[in-house]
């Protein structure tokens, strides 16, 4: 499963309560299924406080920047590789969000993946999503005709939109300057795009077979 260990066992988690996830267009049911989600973390995955949790997690690590649904910050896992730790608002609710920003991220786009780590909430007590993601050095500018260029001929999709792109599957966007690099051999980076399910075509149940 896409995701890491905490995303598959949360998608398990809710397979086991399958009498509800066949109509997951549904917003009450949805609602059910961020519940059920919740109850989960709060056993299992909530780590509290994040600056306590990147201290015993990292010890040392900086903010890089702040995007228009997370927060970034640099530290080093215990390979003393560098990794970007994001926390993610989960304004869309705990299952479309861990679809959305988690699997599918992973599914499109396996050069840049996220590993979920873990939740904690912010001042508002609203839930963010922690995640890893492997931090690119040495990177370059890329032009919206280079990204237009790789997500139409190389990943199938067609641009509807500025920065706006679209299969039989899916909807990619936001795919400007800060959330596309370029890597050192020339390949890009999709580092936090913001991808939807074409819901003509696809299901949030899918993810739940």
Known sequence: MQGGKITQDILNHLVENNYFFDNLDDEQVIKKADKLIEDHIQERYYIGNFDTYMNKEYGEYEFLRKGGESLVYLASNEKKNKIAVKRFRAKNGLFRSLINKVILQNLL??????????????????????????????????????????????????????????????????LHGGNVLKGRNGELLYIDPIIRLNRNNRSYADFLK
């Open 109 to 174: 786009f396996p050069e840049a993946p996220y590993v979920l780590k873990g939740f904690t909430k912010d001042k508002n007590n609203k839930y963010q999503i922690i995640l890893e993601q492997p931090y690119f050095e040495h990177t370059n500018k890329v032009s919206p005709e280079e990204v237009k260029n790789d997500m139409v001929n190389n990943r199938g999709f067609k641009e509807i939109d500025n920065e706006i792109f679209i299969s039989k599957d899916y909807v990619v966007r936001d």
